[in-house]
C-alpha cells in the first residue's frame, strides 16, 4: 500500500492521520525511508517506516460499504451476555482495539455501550468506551466526509434504541 503526502491514513490505537511527508531517516548507518503521520485527534506525529507500513497495521480509510458493515455491527443486540472478570474483559477489548479493524473496535463500543445501560462502567471500562468511541467516530467521518458531531449523533441515536 502506497501513501502519498497528504493522504489519509488509519494507524492502530491512535486514529486517522494525514501524511505529512516521505521521509529518509538515519538509523544508526542504515538508512529508512518513513512516512511522517500526524494524527488528527490529538496532533501528535507518527513515523512509520514504509516497509513495515502495512504490517504495523496502517491502512487506508474504510469505505462506505465497511461504514455500514460497523453499523450493522452497532445496531447488533443479539449477543450474549458477557460474565468474564472486568480485567479479562478489558484485555480482549484492548486487543480488538489495538488490530485497528473498524469492525473490533465497534464490537467493543457496542458491548460496552450495552454495559453501560445496565449498570456504571468501571474508570478502565469508561476509558476505553471513549477511546472505541473516538476512533470509530474520527474515521467513520472521514469515510463519509461529514464533521464528527454528525457521526456522534448517529451513534447516540444507535444506542438509545
Known amino acids: 500500500m502506497e501513501f502519498k503526502v497528504g493522504d489519509k491514513a488509519v ?13 529518509s531517516i ?24 514504509i516497509q513495515n507500513a502495512s504490517a504495523l497495521g496502517m491502512r487506508n480509510v474504510i469505505s462506505m460499504t465497511q461504514v455500514d458493515k460497523v453499523y450493522v455491527v452497532l445496531k447488533d443486540r443479539d449477543v450474549p451476555a458477557d460474565n468474564q472478570t472486568w480485567n479479562r474483559r478489558y484485555r480482549e477489548y484492548l486487543n480488538k482495539i489495538q488490530t485497528g479493524d473498524p469492525i473490533e473496535v465497534g464490537k467493543v463500543l457496542r458491548d460496552l455501550a450495552l454495559l453501560r445501560a445496565q449498570k456504571n462502567l468501571s474508570f478502565g471500562e469508561r476509558k476505553m468506551y471513549d477511546q472505541a ?25 444507535i444506542f438509545a434504541s
Open 11 to 23: 494507524y492502530p490505537g491512535h486514529g486517522v492521520g494525514v501524511v505529512q511527508a516521505v521521509e
Open 26 to 49: 538515519d538509523l544508526g548507518g542504515a538508512t529508512a525511508t518513513v512516512y511522517v503521520l500526524k494524527i488528527l485527534d490529538n496532533g501528535m506525529t507518527i513515523k512509520v517506516p
Open 133 to 157: 468511541s473516538t476512533l470509530l467516530i474520527q474515521e467513520i467521518a472521514v469515510a463519509k466526509d461529514v464533521d464528527e458531531a454528525t457521526v456522534r449523533a448517529e451513534l447516540d441515536i
